[in-house]
């Protein structure tokens, strides 16, 4: 009995350790693909991600997505001079909020919200996460 038990526990343990090296190196590409997507700066993250967004759902030829990705290149700096104002703005709310909020807390407590939003700027984004569930959109119909 034992002897027919053991070809089975073998092929069983190879069978496992088969899984977990592909979900390894699934893993392991899938983070060097998203470092190569997320790594440039981030105008050109943002042109990747919207080109490859309108490439899968409007199914863009080669061609189309060439000029779309020209398209956004030429009109990147205008985004940034346009948004400029209100990034400026932002930034003045922010630190008028944090004043005020800095009056309310005791000595500790500003220690740790100094420390709380020195963490949230260095996010992506300089937010907090996007609550769970699917983004905010018109009502179904």
């Known amino acids: 009995m034992k002897s027919r ?21 699934m893993r392991a590409y899938m983070l060097q693909d998203l470092r190569s997507r997320f790594g440039g700066p981030p105008g050109e993250v943002r042109t990747h991600l919207r080109v490859e967004s309108m490439r899968r759902h409007l199914d863009l030829t080669a061609d189309q997505v060439t000029k ?3 398209i956004f290149r030429d009109t990147d700096g205008e985004l940034d001079r346009t948004m400029k104002p209100c990034r400026d703005g932002l930034e003045a709310l922010h630190k008028s909020t944090d ?18 939003n020195e963490k949230r700027k260095r996010r992506p984004h ?5 609550p769970p569930g699917p983004p905010p959109g018109p009502p179904p119909e």
């Open 68 to 70: 779309v990705e020209d």
């Open 5 to 25: 038990l053991l070809p089975a526990f073998v092929l069983a343990g190879v069978f496992v350790l088969g899984g977990v090296a592909g979900a390894g190196a």
């Open 99 to 116: 004043g005020r909020i800095l009056e309310v807390l005791d000595a500790s407590q500003r220690v740790r919200f100094q420390e709380f």
């Open 126 to 130: 300089g937010g907090f996460p996007p």
